[in-house]
């Protein structure tokens, strides 16, 4: 809802650009006013209510005595003791890994400013409805766990292949040239999105990329929540989710920053997507379909 958010400013912002030009850079007021809501952010988050102070009249709130950092440390190390999250890096790393090629290419490299800043719209609005969607299947408590799993899975592997699919058939039209394979040889000008007869494949595109990307965050937390039924367990496993998330996104914006080809970025993230599938079928097919309370808190004797 952020990004929505961010996105919506952006765009207005930005509405009466000259959407001709081939290329123009963003004005100050967009990083002004994008800056202004992080501070404000930032500053909201001074107004919450100390844990003691809340109480809930339909729920048991659990409260846990906090960890120092010696014995933080000393759990964080034993959790790669457990095959099962290790399993899940390939997954991981390339949670976040495509958004650079999505970005970039179709809509960094296709549109102009403005029409870059509607397509942020969409994108984030489809993730919103991808996530809602899968949530039903993932909730579904009259299908065991394992075959939930198994059933997401397979939507977000035919999903990716299909849309991996259309963005190598646009880029082969559209997008690379025979020399550099990273210029735009069809037009002449970014697209703007009142061309409609130019700007309706590749914003549908870029929807659907965002509907893919939004299954396959949802998989992986998903699966991250089957692993344990303590919080504190969980919120290790979802920081270590998090860092591989962001040393695969750190490596694709090396990628784009070396002017790597768009057929060659096209190559890797799809590749590594592919080779992410294996394990985490490996991993769905274990799920354990009862609950289990699995490394319970402090769990490490440091005594």
């Known amino acids: 809802m952020g990004a929505i958010c ?3 400013v952006l765009f207005a912002i930005n509405f009466n650009q000259n959407y001709r030009l081939s290329y123009a850079p963003p004005p100050m007021a967009s990083y002004i006013v994008l800056a202004s809501l992080e501070v404000l952010g930032a500053f909201c988050a001074l107004l919450l209510v100390p844990f003691a102070n809340v109480h809930r009249e339909v729920m048991c709130i659990r409260s846990y005595d906090f960890l120092d950092a010696r014995i933080e440390a000393y759990e964080m190390l034993y959790m790669f003791r457990d095959r099962w999250i290790l399993v899940l890096i390939p997954l991981f790393l390339v949670s976040n890994f495509f958004y650079t090629y999505q970005w970039t290419l179709v809509n960094g490299a ?3 400013l403005r029409t870059r800043a509607f ?3 969409i994108y984030w609005t489809s993730q919103i409805l991808a996530a809602f969607a899968i949530s039903f299947l993932h909730d579904y408590k009259h299908l065991p766990r394992r075959w939930r799993g198994t059933i997401s899975l397979v939507i977000v592997t035919m999903l990716t292949c299909i ?12 997008l690379d040239s025979p020399l550099t394979g990273r210029a735009d040889a069809a037009t002449d000008s970014l697209i703007d999105f009142t061309q409609f007869k130019r700007s309706g494949i590749p914003t549908t595109l870029f929807f659907s990329m ?11 937390y998903w699966l991250i929540g089957t692993m344990s039924e303590d919080s504190a367990m969980i919120a290790r496993y979802a920081g270590f989710h ?6 695969g996104a750190m490596v694709a914006w090396q990628l784009e920053a070396q002017s790597v080809s768009f057929m060659v970025q096209i190559i890797v993230n799809w590749s590594l997507v592919v080779a992410a599938l294996p394990p985490t079928l490996y991993f769905t097919l274990n799920i ?4 289990q309370e699995k490394y319970p808190m402090n769990f490490i004797d440091i005594a």
């Open 119 to 121: 397509n942020s719209i």
């Open 163 to 174: 849309v991996w699919g259309c963005s190598l058939a646009y880029q082969l039209v559209h």
């Open 110 to 112: 296709t549109f102009n």
């Open 242 to 247: 998090k860092s591989i998330q962001s040393m």
């Open 210 to 220: 965002g509907v893919v990307a939004a299954l396959w965050q949802s998989l992986a």
């Open 6 to 8: 961010g996105s919506i």
């Open 288 to 291: 354990k379909n009862e609950r």
